[in-house]
Structures are given as C-alpha cells and as structure tokens.
C-alpha cells in the first residue's frame, strides 16, 4: 500500500509561513549583499528602467521601506514574503491540472528547492520576476482546465509584470506558444479574442519599459543579450547541469527527470498533457540557457523565475510514479527543507560563532568596516565628495553612508542613469577616491595623495582591501563620462 507524504491543507500552510518565516529571520541577521544595495540606490529614483534591470525590483523595495523601514530587514520583506502568494499560485496550478495532493506537494516542494530556501531572503529582481512568472501560469492551467478565455487576460497582466521585473521572463511568452501549438486541444486558443486580449494586456503593461529602453539606447536589453563572448567552451554545460541538480533540491530534480522521462516516451500513467503544457512553458528558458552555457558560465539563479513550475512537474510524477519512489518522495521536503534551514544558519551566523570556512555569508560582511574607514579618510582629506570605482563599492557607501558627501561612480558611469547629474562645482572642491584600481585612479587624478588602505574584514579574517587617496579636484569628464573613458586626461 502507498505511504502518503503529508500534503494536506494546514500542513502544506503551516510549513511554507515556517520557512518564510526562517527566510524573514535571515532577511533581518544578514547584512544588504552589494546588489541590494545598489536596487536601494534604484528604489531612491524610481524610473521606468535601469541599466541592469527592468524597475519592478526597485518598486518593490520602495514599497517595502516604506511599510518596513529602512534597514536590511525594510529592504528584503516584500521580496520574502512573496514566496507565499507564488506557492498558492502553484498549488493552484497544481489542482487545476492533477489533483489536491499534487497541488501540495508542488507547493512545499517549491520551498524546498535550495534557490529559493536558501537564496529567497535576498532582494533581487528574481523574486517578482518568480512571482509573475508562477501568476501566469496558473492563469494558463486555468484556462487548460476551465476552458474559461477569461483567464488569458491574468496571463497577459501577469506576463508583463514579469517583463517588467527581469527580461527572462520574455520566454514565457515563447512557451505559451509552444504549448498551443504543441497540444492539438489547446491549438483552438491562437485565434481565441480571449488570448489576443492578453497578449494586449501585456503589450499595455510592458511599454512604459520598453519606451524608456528605447530613449535609453535599449541598455537594459543590451544587459540580456550578451552571449557568446566567452567563446565555445563546452565544460561550462555540465557545470551547468550539476549547478542546476543540487539547487533545485537532488530529490525533486530526480522527479522531475522522471516527468520529463515520462513525457518524452509518452508514458501514459503519467498525467501527461498536464505535465506537457508546464514543460513547453519552461523549455525555452532551459534551452537558452543551456546553450548559453556552452559559452559562458550559467548563474545559478537565472532560471529561478521557472523553479515552481519544475517543482510542480516533479510533484506530478511524484504521485503517479511507481510505489518504489515512495521512500524518495517522502524524503523531499524534509531533506529540503533542513539543507534550507542549516544554509540559512551558515549565512546569517548569529553572533559570528562560524568559522570563516563555515560562513555562507562572508563575502557580505565588512561593508562597515569600509564605510568606517572611508568616513575617517573623508575627514582626514578634508573631502567634499567621495569617488568610487566599482558598482559594488558605491552602492555599500550610500548604504552605509547617507547624509554624508556626495557619493560618485568615476567608472561604469551608465549604471548610473537614473541619478541627478552630479552638482559640477564638485570637481572643483577637494574629494577622496576609493577603490581597488589604483592605476585607474592615479591616472584620472595625477594629483592624488595616496592614503592609508582600508581593509574590510569579518573577524580577523581580510575580505578585501581598497585603496584610497585625497585628490585636490576631479576632471570634470570623471564625473560624467567617468575615468575608464577619460584615461589620463
């Protein structure tokens, strides 16, 4: 007789607010990571685009400051709490196309995916994109299963909010195409006014970026489309396998090689056409970046707006699977959920009790130490103006820093777009630079007096050390075309 997994109502709830919760607790113990800092600097200057992104993530965390404050803990919560609306989205998913049981599992087995247990407290544009993406296709499971053209319209609002959260949320639209090409019962959709009216929605939804992207040199799309730079480097795909397996959670990664198994040689006690509608909606994303990693290395968290939908195709063939997968299904939430809870641990290292081997979080850590360090040399120079040559390094300063002197990128300058133009006068007052270029630096600033270092460290272990110099005035150029185009001059 089939052992059941617990996937009942209360269990399934009370477990995802329980790790959400464990996730909010992390949100509030780990320091902001430099890209959150930088979407802070974003959500300062709300825009409709931004180099590296679409808005969506700089909204959310303008709104989440304002509910929650101005901390780490401000800046992570909407992101963190959105977990819970796309595990009810799946799971609605899930009982459109299987059943309650399916729809349970799907739902702990989202959170119990390693990406999101353990990389979900982190503010970055994968959580809305993950949340639409998931909206969406629970749209499109309603209407495979209602029949209801309604729902077409939910598709194309919750695709366009996806377009306007990460530009990997484009080949959902690619998908859903497939999927009503692919399955002949679907097909009767392409000439639907229901699904013309969603794909409207969704052109609605997404122009105010797309017009902002084309007065802005599509930046934001060049950002995307990178590929191919690295030359063919073959070895890069098993690494993105691999990355790819233990991330989603080994246990739920074998499943869903079950369904997609399943699917593929038309196994017919498999719940198949449920099963194929998700796969075709996922497949051009895993397509694109499989063959991006013959290239370039695949970051682990690119495919994350899809991870529910996975999770959801493995819950299927996890119950309609033969009785000797019942040990393995049984074991996928609880062993996901504890490698979560104990990355979690090793990341926020309450009170610094970890080894520096052990802290998942280190390379978070020392920004204090910077923005101590840079604040004395400020004082000691006398300086107006603090000039940065990295993104990372800006963003940690005007985190750390505010209220103090005027902050400014000398390099990678169109990052920077959505910033007042620096006040000119600046250049001509006394400023310190810090960084870790200091051929760049000294060429830019001929004048520079080099400073002591300033070395940001967790313990008594160094994490990196910048170099820093007090310059009596700034190439005007610095401040708008910015160092790495002005060269010496």
Not at 37 to 54: Q, T, V
Not at 460 to 471: C, E, H, K, L, P
């Amino acid at each position: 007789m089939r052992k059941a997994d617990p996937t009942g109502l209360v269990f399934v709830s009370l477990a995802v607010v329980a790790l959400t919760a464990a996730r909010l607790l992390a949100a509030a113990l780990v320091p902001l990571s430099p890209d959150e800092a930088y979407y802070y600097d974003w959500s300062r200057f709300p825009a409709w685009g931004y180099y590296d992104h679409p808005p969506m993530i700089a909204w959310w965390i303008a709104a989440s400051t304002a509910i929650f404050g101005t901390s780490a803990f401000g800046v992570r919560a909407l992101a963190v709490l959105a977990t819970l609306p796309a595990s009810a989205a799946i799971a609605i998913a899930g009982r459109a196309l299987f059943d309650a049981p399916v729809a349970g599992r799907a739902a702990l087995w989202t959170n119990a995916t390693l990406l999101i247990g353990v990389g979900g407290f982190i503010a970055t544009p994968d959580e809305p994109s993950l949340l639409f993406w998931t909206l969406a296709v629970m749209a499109f499971a309603l209407v495979m299963r209602t029949g209801n053209g309604g729902w077409w319209l939910l598709v194309g609002l919750s695709a366009g909010l996806g377009i306007d959260s990460k530009l990997t949320n484009l080949f959902l639209g690619l998908g859903v195409v497939l999927a009503l090409l692919a399955q002949r019962d679907l097909r009767r959709w392409l000439w639907s006014a229901w699904t013309w009216a969603g794909l409207g929605v969704a052109l609605i939804v997404i122009a105010p970026v797309a017009i902002w992207n084309a007065d802005h040199a599509w930046m934001t799309l060049g950002q995307f489309t990178r590929i191919g730079g690295g030359g063919f480097q073959p070895l890069k795909f098993p690494e993105f396998v691999v990355t790819q397996f233990g991330l989603l959670n080994p246990l739920v990664a074998i499943f869903l090689g079950l369904a997609v198994a399943a699917w593929l040689a038309r196994r017919r006690e498999y719940p198949l056409a449920g099963i194929a509608g998700l796969a075709w909606t996922a497949l051009p994303l895993v397509a694109y970046m499989a063959f991006h990693s013959l290239h370039q290395q695949v970051q682990g968290n690119w495919l994350a707006p899809i991870y529910p939908t996975l999770a959801l195709m493995a819950a299927a063939a996890a119950g309609a699977a033969p009785e000797r997968w019942t040990p393995h299904r049984a074991l996928a939430f609880p062993v996901g959920a504890a490698l979560s809870l104990a990355g979690l641990l090793l990341t926020a290292n309450p009170g610094n009790v970890l080894p520096f081997a052990l802290d998942a979080g280190r390379q978070l850590r020392g920004w204090d130490d910077v923005a101590t360090g840079t604040r004395a040399a400020t004082g000691q120079a006398g300086a107006h103006w603090i000039g940065t040559d990295g993104y990372d390094l800006n963003a940690e300063l005007t985190w750390h820093l505010p209220g103090g002197p005027p902050i400014v990128a000398i390099a990678d300058r169109a990052r920077y777009v959505y910033l007042p133009p620096a006040d000119p006068a600046l250049a001509g007052q006394p400023g310190i630079v810090v960084g870790e270029d200091a051929g760049l630096i000294t060429r830019c600033f001929p004048n520079a007096t080099r400073l002591p270092d300033i070395i940001r460290r967790t313990g008594d272990n160094v994490i990196a050390t910048y170099v820093a110099f007090s310059v009596p005035n700034a190439p005007p150029a610095a401040f708008t075309a910015g160092c790495d185009y002005i060269g010496a001059n």
